[in-house]
């Protein structure tokens, strides 16, 4: 076993996310989390506890966990892209998980410091080939 892919989608009561959790015999998951996973307007509560739910079943495989935040703002949903990633940052303290956040490294809302998210992303959500590199470097930069 080494590094395991995880599907889900959508995050929320996902039959999917159950199956795969409990099938990927993986030292390391990496879990990414984006704007498909925050644009059906769950609440952060029901976001919380099927976010926690992957980690804790990937965890129980025997594996550790690397969340990767992806996206950007949307303006047409009530709590912000922002609000949700706070909840990730707790989930990975809370679980000793690994987390980069692409939001915020290229600048996915407001008050980031981080690159241009037009450079890295071909829509604005999707990696261009420069920022699958770039999620590449810093994954190798964190797992090793």
Request: contains cysteine.
């Amino acid at each position: 076993p080494g590094i395991g892919a995880f599907l889900h989608w959508p995050v929320a009561g996902s039959t999917v996310t159950q199956t795969c959790s409990n099938s990927i015999p993986a030292k390391l998951s990496v879990v990414e989390i984006g704007a498909n996973d925050y644009g059906h307007n769950i609440t952060q509560s029901e976001f919380r506890d099927a976010v926690q739910g992957m980690i804790t079943a990937l965890k129980n495989a025997g594996g550790d966990v690397l969340i990767l935040v992806a996206g950007l703002i949307r303006t047409t949903q009530t709590t912000t892209w922002k609000d949700y990633v706070d909840v990730l940052y707790d989930l990975a303290k809370t679980n000793n998980c690994a987390l980069i956040d692409f939001s915020k490294l290229w600048g996915g809302y407001p008050g980031c410091e981080g690159g241009n998210i037009r450079n890295m992303t071909v829509d604005g959500i999707h990696p261009s080939p420069v920022g699958h590199a770039d999620i590449a470097k810093w994954i190798l930069k964190v797992i090793s």
